[in-house]
């Protein structure tokens, strides 16, 4: 298996929410196949593939691909947030950073 920690992780991320092969590429928008050549550790997503997974899964791209080794999840709990902001143009999200960076600034 050449991507095995890869698909270790997929495997594991998709038991943990009770998805199918066939359910995440409902969800993510990536094909059956390429999700069952993930699983079987012959490829590997690129950055956008894994993106789309890892937003369906709840847990971050970097895990997905083991490049980080600890932060597993991305958690965003308030989902009328996570409506708002995937609705936002560019412009938008990098006025909603900035205002963020000022918020934290402020603690």
């Not at 066939?22 to 390429?34: D, E, P, R, Y």
């Not at 909603?96 to 600034?105: D, F, G, H, N, T």
Request: proline share 2%; net charge positive; hydrophobic share 35%.
């Amino acid at each position: 298996m050449k991507y095995e920690e890869t698909a270790k992780r997929l495997k594991d991320a998709m038991i943990e929410k009770g998805l199918t092969q066939q359910q995440l590429a409902n969800q993510s928008g990536v094909t059956k196949s390429c999700i069952s050549h993930y699983i079987n550790g012959k490829n590997v997503p690129d950055n956008f593939q894994a993106y789309k997974l890892a937003q369906v899964l709840e847990v971050s791209p970097e895990w997905l691909m083991a490049i980080d080794q600890t932060q597993k999840y991305i958690v965003v709990e308030n989902t009328e947030l996570q409506q708002e902001i995937a609705t936002m143009t560019q412009a938008e999200l990098n006025r909603l950073l900035k205002y963020a960076q000022k918020i934290k600034e402020k603690k």
